[in-house]
């Protein structure tokens, strides 16, 4: 039982003690809660808190947090229970990445270095290295770092809180401005006030005015763009699953402390700021802290600190989150250096990576532009989260039970209907440029084919769809008007079976479609099922030949017991195989159509794509000729009656390796040459003439051959349908008989009157019959006479084309170059004695002989009515 070993286990040794993950070894604090405080709080805590209340007023403000931070909420639910359902790997969550902020010494009082585009991308890219270097010396060193940053952070941060109690009112003056003309507008000053409740009510209302920094006018949009892109940054902790000693349990624990400690702070300095400062200080210098600060260095030690720690985090983020796409090979080649990693396990080659990437953000410039579209961009990734998590809750699937269960699939739906709308409200070509891209990718990457590791939600969502749906699916409220063929198509080997595959596939009508194989043994002498191995080779044969099928296999002593059992066991619900298929039992020798169908053909190395043996591999040979058959003539024959038994339609197909290529491909078919349809709806082993065209059986040949004319391959190709007369009928009544019913079918077909059963006598039509054609011991003789002139007529039918004359064996061509493609036979029943099967298949045998391809068919249930 050595294939019983649990893969769960073996996967958490690997994850734990194995060479293939680093050693985690990150706290919940310094893994999760400090780099998440600090890319929530980034320079936004220091630079824009004015920006936002002066604008938005206290109000808006409030509001706009509280909106942030509810969206925020709603990502931070399902990240938690995703992280707790099971063992997390590294990599995080793949999201986009976060570039940095070049606002950070923009406001007036801050411009303490020379600027300039040459001197941005010099502070940028000596900041940029110094983080570089940090994360590429490992999560240990950032750590480290980021809790020294902290401390910067909530040193600064404390500083400006007790500057607010212990400064008193004071005027702080505003940098000029230029006017209209070049010349300077008078000097201005900012007044803070101290606690007064003037200042507060004067700080209620919103007050959007132009921004000094850009000139453009702020609206609530733009207002809560700078906010939220600044309140972002709760998938830092997540990022650094792969680090963490326990992130089932840090993961969601530190997030939601995070969260809440920086919702706090950014409400008390809302609360602050609008008690103290009036509307000019806050609209004019965005950088006020400094100037009412105790110490004025410390606050910009803080904005510096949270520069540093908000890229830094960014930074590793991303080059962890870009080693678990460069790992799983999503992108080929373009994320091969990603991964490269120390002895340790560090991702050096992914920092790298994604230095290289900012640094090219950076020789753009104009980061300021990407506000928008970074936020969007965030937006993006919350909403795949929300997504995903409600995929997992709605797909129901028993092993999605995190140990958070503080969600549900509304709260998920909300967030991802929160992230839709806040995209387009912050920046709609943004939303639309970002939804298009993700479409694109999502496009590349299901052509490309994932990891058959990741294990698909989709699935899980189609299997609970699918389930629902075939409930629902009423046998009991099946109407002829809405029948379909669902087929069942029994192969014994692929390699000379594939012509009939495709047909089959056209004849199904949006139906369902089984390939059906039975492996011959008996269980209680096998060691294990013999089966189940087969189900890829059989699956990779349905993709190779591009059809869409089922495939059902079974076990069984004969082959006429697995077919049985196929019959009964197949589908499910209201989706039943009501056709059994099959391949015609004959001497010719079978074909090896692997050899000679270009998708099949043999790779260089003997592997598919994917790494896949080829299917020459998976199946045998063909049988030899002469060698024995798995299936006797006398059972091939019960199989037909006991389809026909169980009230199953009964096509038999052959010659179909001689179907034109063209006709089986998935375009359209070549107007180059004229093809025929032909179906004759008539028994043509029991002539007995009149208008018994018109039962079941012909019904079912007519309908399926104009199913197979909607098929786009057989677009071109004309419906022909021969009516028998008897040798007393008067040309034109049966004819016209039968194009009013074709009329009220809706088929358009070309109607041939051909006089059959001339040298049979009243007496002998109206004989005792058993199996559908003629009894007894002269009528055997006279059956075998009947079954080789019925042969010569329909050969000679398929010679004439539109006033051709006759043809060859096969089909010879017209004046018009027009041939037959297809002809559809009716199939008489086999007789009710079993000792007279092979009589009855020698029967089929001369009546199919030299046709060409050729469709024998049986059909016992309605298909097709006229009140539609």
Same mark, same amino acid.
């Given at each position: 039982?050595?294939?019983?070993?649990?893969?769960?286990?073996?996967?958490?040794?690997?994850?734990?003690?194995?060479?293939?993950?680093?050693?985690?070894?990150?706290?919940?604090? *310094?893994?999760?809660? &400090?780099?998440?405080?600090?890319?929530?709080?980034?320079?936004?805590?220091?630079?824009?808190?004015?920006?936002?209340?002066?604008?938005?007023?206290?109000?808006?403000?409030?509001?706009?947090?509280? &909106?942030?931070?509810?969206? $925020?909420?709603?990502?931070?639910?399902?990240?938690?229970?995703?992280?707790?359902?099971?063992?997390?790997?590294?990599?995080?969550?793949?999201?986009?990445?976060?570039?940095?902020?070049?606002?950070?010494?923009?406001?007036?009082?801050?411009?303490?270095?020379?600027?300039?585009?040459?001197? !941005?991308?010099?502070?940028?890219?000596?900041?940029?290295?110094?983080?570089?270097?940090?994360?590429?010396?490992? /999560?240990?060193?950032?750590?480290?770092?980021?809790?020294?940053?902290?401390?910067?952070?909530?040193?600064?941060?404390?500083?400006?809180?007790?500057?607010?109690?212990?400064?008193?009112?004071?005027?702080?003056?505003?940098?000029?401005?230029?006017?209209?003309?070049?010349?300077?507008?008078?000097?201005?000053?900012?007044?803070?006030?101290?606690?007064?409740?003037?200042?507060?009510? +004067?700080?209620?209302?919103?007050?959007?005015?132009?921004?000094?920094?850009?000139?453009?006018?702020?609206?609530?949009?733009? &207002?809560?763009?700078?906010?939220? !892109?600044?309140?972002?940054?709760?998938?830092?902790?997540?990022?650094?699953?792969g680090e963490l000693k326990d992130p089932s349990r840090a993961i969601p624990l530190g997030t939601i402390i995070a969260v809440v400690y920086t919702f706090f702070i950014y409400i008390l300095l809302f609360f602050l700021s609008s008690f103290t400062c009036d509307r000019t200080l806050l609209q004019e210098d965005y950088g006020f802290f400094r100037a009412i600060s105790l110490w004025p260095p410390l606050v910009l030690i803080g904005i510096y600190a949270t520069a540093i720690s908000a890229s830094m985090s960014s930074l590793i983020g991303a080059s962890r989150i870009l080693q678990a796409l460069a790992q799983d090979d999503l992108f080929g080649v373009i994320l091969a250096p990603a991964k490269l990693v120390s002895r340790g396990g560090n991702p050096w080659g992914a920092v790298l990576y994604s230095w290289g990437?900012?640094?090219?953000?950076?020789?753009?410039?104009?980061? !300021?532009?990407?506000? =928008?579209?970074?936020?969007?961009?965030?937006?993006?990734?919350?909403?795949?989260?929300?997504?995903?998590?409600?995929?997992?809750?709605?797909?129901?699937?028993?092993?999605?039970?995190?140990?958070?269960?503080?969600?549900?699939?509304?709260?998920?739906?909300?967030?991802?209907?929160?992230?839709?709308?806040?995209?387009?409200?912050?920046?709609?070509?943004?939303?639309?440029?970002?939804?298009?891209?993700?479409?694109?990718?999502?496009?590349?990457?299901? /052509?490309?084919?994932?990891?058959?590791?990741?294990?698909?939600?989709?699935?899980?969502?189609?299997?609970?769809?699918?389930?629902?749906?075939?409930?629902?699916?009423?046998?009991?409220?099946?109407?002829?008007?809405?029948?379909?063929?669902?087929?069942?198509?029994?192969?014994?080997?692929?390699?000379?079976?594939?012509?009939?595959?495709?047909?089959?596939?056209?004849?199904?009508?949006?139906?369902?479609?089984?390939?059906?194989?039975?492996? $011959?043994?008996? *269980?209680?002498? $096998?060691?294990?099922?013999?089966?189940?191995?087969? @189900?890829?080779?059989?699956?990779?044969?349905?993709?190779?030949?591009?059809?869409?099928?089922?495939?059902?296999?079974?076990?069984?002593?004969?082959?006429?017991?697995?077919?049985?059992?196929?019959?009964?066991?197949?589908?499910?619900?209201?989706?039943?195989?009501?056709?059994?298929?099959?391949?015609?039992? +004959? +001497?010719?020798?079978?074909?090896?159509?692997?050899?000679?169908?270009?998708?099949?053909?043999?790779? %260089?190395?003997?592997?598919?794509?994917?790494?896949?043996?080829?299917?020459?591999?998976?199946?045998?040979?063909?049988?030899?000729?002469?060698?024995?058959?798995?299936?006797?003539?006398?059972?091939? &024959?019960?199989?037909?009656?006991?389809?026909?038994?169980?009230?199953?339609?009964?096509?038999?197909?052959?010659?179909?390796?001689?179907?034109?290529?063209?006709?089986?491909?998935?375009?359209?078919?070549?107007?180059?040459?004229?093809?025929?349809?032909?179906?004759?709806?008539?028994?043509?082993?029991?002539?007995?003439?009149?208008?018994?065209?018109?039962?079941?059986?012909?019904?079912?040949?007519?309908?399926?051959?104009?199913?197979?004319?909607?098929?786009?391959?057989?677009?071109?190709?004309?419906?022909?349908?021969?009516?028998?007369?008897?040798?007393?009928?008067?040309?034109?009544?049966?004819?016209?008989?039968?194009?009013?019913?074709?009329?009220?079918?809706?088929?358009?077909? #070309?109607?041939?009157?051909?006089?059959?059963?001339?040298?049979?006598?009243?007496?002998?039509?109206?004989? %005792?019959?058993?199996?559908?054609?003629?009894?007894?011991?002269?009528? %055997?003789? %006279?059956? #075998?006479?009947?079954?080789?002139?019925?042969? =010569?007529?329909?050969?000679?039918?398929?010679?004439?084309?539109?006033?051709?004359?006759?043809?060859?064996?096969?089909?010879?061509?017209?004046? #018009?170059?027009?041939?037959?493609?297809?002809?559809?036979?009716?199939?008489?029943?086999?007789?009710?004695?079993?000792?007279? @099967?092979?009589?009855?298949?020698?029967?089929? #045998?001369?009546?199919?002989?030299? $046709?060409?391809?050729?469709?024998?068919?049986?059909?016992?249930?309605?298909?097709?009515?006229?009140?539609?």
């Amino acid at each position: 039982m050595a294939s019983e070993n649990s893969p769960l286990l073996a996967y958490r040794l690997l994850g734990e003690e194995g060479a293939a993950f680093p050693a985690r070894k990150l706290s919940t604090f *310094l893994g999760v809660v &400090v780099p998440t405080v600090l890319s929530m709080f980034s320079i936004v805590v220091f630079l824009r808190i004015g920006f936002v209340v002066g604008h938005a007023g206290l109000l808006q403000a409030l509001a706009m947090l509280l &909106v942030a931070y509810f969206i $925020l909420a709603l990502t931070v639910l399902s990240v938690c229970a995703i992280a707790t359902n099971g063992a997390v790997r590294g990599g995080g969550a793949y999201c986009i990445l976060q570039q940095m902020d070049g606002d950070a010494t923009k406001s007036s009082g801050l411009q303490v270095l020379p600027q300039g585009y040459g001197w !941005n991308l010099l502070y940028g890219s000596l900041l940029l290295g110094l983080v570089g270097g940090v994360c590429t010396l490992g /999560a240990g060193l950032y750590a480290r770092a980021s809790f020294l940053t902290f401390l910067l952070v909530s040193g600064s941060l404390a500083s400006v809180l007790v500057s607010f109690v212990a400064v008193g009112p004071r005027n702080i003056p505003i940098t000029p401005r230029h006017g209209t003309n070049g010349s300077s507008l008078p000097p201005r000053f900012g007044h803070f006030t101290g606690f007064n409740s003037s200042t507060l009510k +004067d700080n209620l209302g919103a007050g959007y005015a132009q921004d000094y920094t850009t000139g453009t006018m702020m609206t609530f949009a733009s &207002v809560f763009a700078v906010l939220f !892109n600044g309140c972002t940054g709760i998938m830092a902790g997540a990022n650094m699953s792969g680090e963490l000693k326990d992130p089932s349990r840090a993961i969601p624990l530190g997030t939601i402390i995070a969260v809440v400690y920086t919702f706090f702070i950014y409400i008390l300095l809302f609360f602050l700021s609008s008690f103290t400062c009036d509307r000019t200080l806050l609209q004019e210098d965005y950088g006020f802290f400094r100037a009412i600060s105790l110490w004025p260095p410390l606050v910009l030690i803080g904005i510096y600190a949270t520069a540093i720690s908000a890229s830094m985090s960014s930074l590793i983020g991303a080059s962890r989150i870009l080693q678990a796409l460069a790992q799983d090979d999503l992108f080929g080649v373009i994320l091969a250096p990603a991964k490269l990693v120390s002895r340790g396990g560090n991702p050096w080659g992914a920092v790298l990576y994604s230095w290289g990437l900012v640094q090219l953000v950076l020789l753009a410039g104009k980061l !300021n532009t990407l506000a =928008a579209v970074v936020t969007v961009f965030y937006l993006v990734a919350y909403a795949a989260v929300d997504l995903s998590c409600l995929s997992l809750e709605w797909a129901s699937a028993p092993n999605f039970r995190p140990t958070f269960n503080l969600f549900s699939w509304h709260t998920c739906l909300l967030g991802v209907a929160s992230c839709l709308l806040m995209m387009f409200l912050i920046s709609p070509g943004a939303a639309g440029g970002s939804l298009l891209l993700m479409g694109l990718l999502s496009a590349l990457l299901t /052509a490309r084919g994932g990891p058959s590791s990741w294990g698909y939600v989709s699935q899980a969502l189609l299997f609970h769809q699918v389930r629902k749906y075939l409930l629902r699916l009423d046998v009991r409220k099946e109407h002829v008007k809405f029948w379909r063929p669902q087929l069942l198509l029994l192969v014994g080997n692929p390699r000379g079976a594939l012509p009939l595959l495709r047909l089959a596939n056209q004849l199904k009508k949006g139906g369902l479609y089984v390939l059906g194989h039975v492996t $011959l043994g008996d *269980l209680d002498s $096998l060691p294990s099922d013999p089966v189940q191995p087969q @189900y890829g080779a059989w699956l990779s044969l349905v993709d190779r030949a591009q059809v869409k099928a089922f495939v059902d296999l079974t076990l069984s002593p004969s082959v006429r017991q697995g077919a049985q059992h196929l019959l009964r066991i197949s589908g499910l619900g209201g989706m039943k195989p009501n056709t059994l298929v099959l391949g015609f039992y +004959d +001497d010719s020798p079978p074909q090896d159509h692997f050899l000679t169908d270009p998708a099949f053909s043999e790779p %260089e190395d003997g592997t598919w794509e994917g790494g896949s043996p080829s299917l020459s591999t998976l199946f045998p040979p063909p049988r030899a000729p002469g060698s024995p058959r798995a299936l006797s003539p006398q059972d091939y &024959v019960a199989t037909v009656a006991d389809a026909l038994k169980m009230n199953k339609n009964v096509v038999l197909a052959r010659a179909c390796g001689a179907l034109p290529p063209e006709r089986l491909s998935r375009g359209s078919g070549s107007p180059s040459q004229i093809h025929h349809v032909d179906v004759w709806p008539l028994n043509l082993l029991r002539p007995r003439g009149g208008p018994g065209y018109v039962d079941v059986c012909g019904l079912f040949l007519l309908q399926m051959a104009t199913i197979l004319g909607m098929v786009p391959a057989w677009h071109s190709a004309r419906l022909r349908i021969f009516l028998c007369l008897g040798p007393q009928e008067a040309p034109g009544a049966a004819e016209g008989r039968l194009r009013a019913l074709l009329s009220q079918l809706r088929i358009r077909a #070309e109607v041939r009157e051909v006089v059959w059963g001339e040298g049979t006598s009243d007496r002998e039509q109206e004989e %005792e019959v058993e199996g559908d054609f003629v009894n007894g011991g002269q009528g %055997e003789a %006279e059956a #075998e006479s009947l079954a080789a002139s019925a042969n =010569a007529l329909v050969r000679a039918q398929q010679g004439q084309g539109n006033g051709g004359g006759p043809g060859g064996p096969e089909g010879g061509e017209g004046k #018009e170059g027009s041939t037959t493609a297809l002809t559809f036979l009716y199939l008489p029943r086999p007789p009710a004695d079993p000792s007279r @099967y092979p009589r009855y298949l020698a029967l089929l #045998e001369t009546l199919s002989r030299d $046709l060409g391809p050729t469709l024998l068919a049986h059909g016992v249930t309605p298909v097709t009515c006229t009140d539609l």
